[in-house]
Nanobody
Framework: QVQLVESGGGLVQAGGSLRLSCAASGRTFSNNAMGWFRQAPGKERAFVAAVNWNGASTYYVDSMKGRFAVSRDNAKNMVYLQMNSLKSADTAVYYC????????????????????WGQGTQVTVSS
């Protein structure tokens, strides 16, 4: 059974940093993209960042470029999201997800391109 478990969320002051981790189990995902999404209260789930199957390519929402960094460790079946210079607008539940396609040519950024999801971890940034 495939399972994704996020950790590392919490309460942080504006300008601070957090590192989210996502542990995947049940099968290997070394041939799939892995991504991070977030959902703020009253809003739809939105793409944050993703990394391709071998870690060589990443893709970010413009507002996260330079502040967030996504990475993965295929040997550990883990994906990470380092978040710096956090703002109150970053407050949301953060979800990791595994891409549905085998070694995609481009890093996917739509929810429909991901078929396994974690339960989410809350990130709250106080101003």
């Amino acid at each position: 059974q495939v399972q994704l478990v996020e950790s590392g969320g919490g309460l942080v002051q504006a300008g601070g940093s957090l590192r989210l981790s996502c542990a995947a189990s049940g099968r290997t995902f070394s041939n799939n993209a892995m991504g991070w999404f977030r959902q703020a209260p009253g809003k739809e789930r939105a793409f944050v960042a993703a990394v391709n199957w071998n870690g060589a390519s990443t893709y970010y929402v413009d507002s996260m470029k330079g502040r967030f960094a996504v990475s993965r460790d295929n040997a550990k079946n883990m994906v990470y999201l380092q978040m710096n210079s956090l703002k109150s607008a970053d407050t949301a539940v953060y979800y990791c997800a595994v891409g549905r396609y085998f070694r995609p040519l481009a890093v996917p950024s739509t929810t429909s391109a991901y078929n396994y999801w974690g339960q989410g971890t809350q990130v709250t940034v106080s101003s």
